[in-house]
Each structure stands twice: as C-alpha cells, then as structure tokens.
C-alpha cells in the first residue's frame, strides 16, 4: 500500500476560509478516488495562512480490473437501438459481442467489457490537477500576466507550488507528475515566509511535516490553537490575571500564523472608564488580540499572538500593537461619551431614515408596530404595559449612534449602557440588549417580563412581515433568519412556561402592517392565509426543537393531531342495555356526532407549552403497559374500522351506537368504560391535566382486551354489525379527543 502526499502552496489564505478548505480538499480527492475504485485507509486535510496539504494513506499501487456485461437489445432489433448498445460498449461491429437467451429464450446481444485498472499515480495525475482547477473558493482570484486570459487558474490567492508525492513507505515516493497553469508539481516546499524561507525537498507526510517544524511552521490548526490557548493563559497566570477566552477569535488568530508566538502588552487605564464589551470588541476586531481580566474586571493589559520570533524578544511587535490599540481605544472613548450626550428617545426620528425592507418600511415604523405589540403582550406576560412600550420604543434606537455605528456587533448592548445613564428604569434598559436574544441555540433567553414582551415582539413582527410579503425561508436559504426568529420565540414562550396563542397574536399584526404598507394583506401571494400559514412553520421548528430534545416525532404528530373532545355527558353516553336508539342515517339525529369518525387534520394547535406538556405525558403513559398495550388496541380497532369504511363509506359510524343492540356483557363493559373516559378525558382536557387524561384512557385497556378476545365485531347480524363498529369508533373517537394514536409508531394489530 501506498501513501499521497499532496501541498498547495500559495499567499496568505484568509482566516475564515481555511478550514472549510482543508474539508473541501479532503473530499474532493478521496470522493474522486472512490469513484475511480481506489480504497484507502485514512485521510487527514490541515491548513495554514499559505498552505492546504492533505495525506492520503493505504491506496493500492493500481485500480483493479474491471469486467463488465452489459445487455444490450434483443437479436434482430432496429439498426438505431443496436448502434447504440455499439457506442454505449466501445465495441465496433457485432462480431465483438455475445448472444445470450433469457429466461423466456428469447436471444439478446451481451457486450464484456475487461478493463484492466490503471497505475494509481497516473490516476493521481488525472484528478489532482482538475480538482485545483475547480476548487470550490468562495472568493478566488488571476494574477500576474496570465490573468488577461479568461481560462487562466483561478485560486483564493496567487499559488506559487504544488507538492505531489506518492508511494510505499518502504521506498521513496514518486513525484506525482503533473502542470497546472504552469505551475509543475514536485516534492519541494517552502518553510515560515521570515524565519525559515529556503526550499525544503520532501517525501511523505512524516518527514514533511518535521521539516516544516523545524522550518517554524506547526502544519496542523488544532495544535496551533493548543499553543495560543496554552500559552496565553501562562503569560496571564503569571501577571496573577485571567486570559479571557474567546473560541472565534482562537480560530481566526490560529488560521493568521504559521509559527505562533504569544506576548503580552498593555495600555492607558483611563480607557477602563469605558464599557468593558467596547474595550473588547475595539482589542479584538481591529487587532484580533485577547484581553485580560482580574476579580472578574477587566484590566488594561492584552494578549498579542505574533508570527515571528523576534530578536529582541517582541518588544516592537508589542509597542506596534499598542499605539494602535490606543488609538482605537481613544476613538471609542469619544464615540461613547458622544453618545451619551443625546437621549436615546432624541435619536429616534433618525430611525424613520433607516430602511428595513422596501417592502416593510423603515425601522421607525417598525418600532410604532412593536411597541403596540409590546404593550398588548405585556398582560399576558405580567409586564408592566408602560414599561413594555416604553422599552420597545428606545429598542432600535442605538443603532443610529456612533459606537454601533462603529460596531454593530454591540447593538442593544450600548442602548442598555445608554439607557442606565439616562435614567431610564432598570428592566427598559435590560430589555433593549435582551430583546435580540436568544441568537443561536446556546444562547440564554431573556426572563424579565419586560425584556420578555419586547423580544417577542421584535420576532413576531420580523416574522409576520416578511409571510406577508412571501418572503419565506426556502431550502437552505434564509437571508432574514426567520428560523432563528422562530426558535427565539418557541424558547421563550417554552423555558418561560408562558400561555400565548400564537395565532391570535399572529393574524393582529397584519392589519397593523398593512395600516403603513400597501400591497400588505392577510392573505400572501400566494393566497394563503399568513397567521395560519405562518403557525404552520411554527409547528415545523417546534418539532426540530423538541426532537433535539429527546422527543419523538410520531408523538409530536399525536398530541398536534388530537381532534376536539367530544362533550361528556351526551345522550346515551351512559345507557343500559335495552335503553336508548335504533341505529339511525339521519345525519341530524340527536345521536350524530361530530367531526366525523376518520382520523382527519384537525386545525393546528397554537399554544405551544400545551403541546410540549401533551408530548410530555404521551412519552410517559407509552412507557407503562397500559400505554403500550392500548395502543395496540386502538391500532385493531383503527384497522377494523379503516377496512370496514371501506365497505360501508367513511361516514358510516358516525352516529353513537344503540344501547338495545348490545347484546354480550363485553359490549356494556366496553360501552360503559367509553362513556366513563369521554367524561374523565374532558374533564382532565379542561384544566390541560395531560396526565390526567392519559390515566382516564388507562381504563380503557381491559374492557378493550376482554371485547376484542369475546366479540366478533364483523357478526352475520347486519344490525349488530354495524352497532359494534359504531361503538369502536367511539373508541376511536374519545381516544383521539386527546392525542392521534394512529400517528404513533409501534406494532399494527390485525383485525
């Protein structure tokens, strides 16, 4: 077996872009080697500012041969159909291919095809160059006098060389033979740009990757990042400080050196007067350095990653970085204390300048709708209502200062420093930052009434707008982050147990866009209806989230498919034998019941705890034997009654069944364990005791079992026929007056 060595050489790759390269490179070459029937045993990609590099280890020194039949038309069909069996083969005249009979006799052409595999390194030779050619770079670039043609190499930066080594690790490699764009792959490589220039003669991944060590280059990213990380933390732990870690920034410094060396420097405290987040967002964005704290403050001191070993120990890289760090922070100081001179409710008119979507108006506008909503929301919650708009109205607000302006990354959090300065109460200032959160799935939700109403309405107004004008998230394409509108809202409402109908709120936002917005109505493009349509896509994120939390999806479908509770107490909900009607057709008769018996789709629920506690209890009741072997009943019974309907026609055993048509012991049980469940199950409905529900359905196990041991449900009698069937469909019913069994997954009993 042998090993690929393969390095693309070229100018600084940009931080963001690497890793998703080294993927790309890893995939490319081995898919392409899969698909020309060459195995291996291992691949790893690794990156750095001037260099992919990929090992492949364990391929065959050739493809194997091939040996094809492939049947072509039957003897004797048309001149076009045979040559194009001909083409299709490779084969040159008939005479090249066999005559085969199938199983009826009839005789076919048959073509063998025997292609013996090629040498490994040539198959390389093929593929590596295409694959540089079409490497997938989100952004690449010509240079040089070869850019003036339109066919000219393409690369994220200029790409200087190529190394393409393959061969057993018992001999030295070969080099894999090949030119791109005048660029001719061989075995040499190049060390750190500074510390280690010269060319560097290789073989295999080993010896290439301890060359370039000693050449001050660490090839792999995960390690390069352990030495930052590491290092660091010393630096600080030895100044009696705490390095603040910062996962993104790690990555991005990581994918800037190739020889990573971490120094400490410092700068004014009068700049400590500041934010601390602006301090941090200042060091980080403009000089992707590290700040440090103490006792939880931040002090004046930061950490540098340089990439260079400096003969005089990294004092000018520190004092580079320092007069730029001061600067920058002298910036943010004025911008800050700017800001503070201007009310945030001073600033608002600037907001109505500020569009938010052509078709949505401008942000001013916008924040009148969620300050309405804001306000409406505020009793449902428990927040003070004046506080609720008053914070909603201040929201957007930062963003036309100077410091978002500056960074927009810290939108809300300046409006809340702004806020506490100009005396505004502690929850409107908290709820200006919070209303954004949470932005991602790791991110803590906000729990103050306040902050509660105002991030709610944010997202739902983002989120109505936009079903309004049919802008809706396709596939994986959602420019607005709708899906992390929605999430936002489904986390809220759930890990703050709140009670909100989504629908009602929903559907009242449209008029107030469409007050502001022509061609804004409650019917979409596409003539849908947008609250419902829009509680649709709601349901759809809920089931993501509650499968990423453990919950099964067919029970998700059940609780969602539950039909209205049949009302207890109904005439002949409690007969005796003998009492009560003759089976009647008369839809208006006092013992039809409605929604019909067929299990349908039922309007959506919108009140999202409901459907998480129903989930809930589901999961626990299927967990008993109770669950589980009820469900297998209602499964029979669902069985019986979809075959019968067949027979009959869907609406058939809508009617309550007659009490005077029982006949067996087992019947009255089972009539009058329905009849107790209907009542129970509403009841325990009413208050949302989910759980309590599910124990009232408990009950109906045994008189479920003992009726399907006894009875012939499909009896000779016509009359009793259709009596039992009418008494399991009220089985069905009442079952499915609490969650649609027939969705949930598990063993289908036969009738």
Partial sequence: MSDLLFELFSEEIPARMQRQAADDLKRLVT???????????????????????????????????????RKGPRVGAPEAAVAGFLKSAGLASLDQAKIAKDKKGAEFYLAVIERAGAETIDVLAEILPAIIKSFPWPKSMRWGAASERGDSLRWVRPLHSIVATFGPETESPEIVRFEVDGIASSNVTHGHRFLAPQPIRV?????????????????????????????????????GLELVEDAGLLEEVAGLVEWPVTLMGAFDESFLSIPPEVIRATIRVNQKCFVLREDNALTNRFILVSNIEASDGGATVVAGNERVIAARLSDAKFFYETDLKTKLEDRLPKLDAIVFHEKLGTQGERVERIAALARELAPIIGADAFLAERAAMLCKADLVSEMVGEFPELQGLMGRYYARAQGEDASVAAAIEEHYKPQGPNDHIPTDPVSIAVALADKLDTLVGFWAI???????????????????????????????????????????????????DARNKSGHDVAAD????????????????GARHDLIDAALGALPSPLAGEGGSRSEPGEGLSPSSDPASPDHLLPPAGEGNPPLQDELLMITRKVEALDTFLSTDDGRNLLAGYKRASNILK????????????????????????????????????????????????????????????PVDVFFDDVTVNADNADLRLNRLRLLAELRRVMMGVADFGKIAGESATA
Avoid: C, W
């Fill in 643 to 702: 075959a019968e309907e067949k027979k009959d026609g869907p609406d058939a055993y809508t009617h309550r069944h007659a009490p005077n048509l029982r006949i067996e012991p087992q019947e009255h049980k089972l009539a009058a364990a329905i009849a107790r469940a209907r009542e129970e199950t509403a009841e325990h409905l009413s208050k949302e005791d989910f759980a309590g529900a599910m124990r009232a359905l408990s009950k109906l196990r045994e």
């Fill in 534 to 549: 829009l509680l649709e896509f709601f349901i759809d994120r809920l089931k993501v989230y509650l499968r990423d939390k």
């Fill in 470 to 520: 049919d802008e809706k998230p396709t596939g994986s394409k959602d420019p607005y982050a709708l899906r992390r509108a929605a999430l936002g809202v489904i986390r809220i409402v759930l890990e703050n147990e709140l009670r909100l109908q989504l629908h009602g709120v929903m559907a009242g936002l449209v008029p107030a866009i469409h007050a502001r917005r022509e061609g804004v």
């Fill in 203 to 239: 073989k295999r991944f080993e010896d290439y990757a301890l060359s370039l060590e000693r050449a001050k280059v660490v090839i792999d990213a995960a390690r390069r990042r352990d030495i930052i990380l590491h290092d660091a933390k010393d630096l600080a732990f030895a100044q």
């Fill in 31 to 69: 898919n392409a080697l899969v698909d020309r029937g060459l195995t291996y045993e291992g691949a790893a990609a690794y990156a750095t500012p001037r260099r992919l590099a990929l090992q492949v280890v364990g391929l065959p020194s050739r493809q194997p041969d091939i040996r094809e039949e």
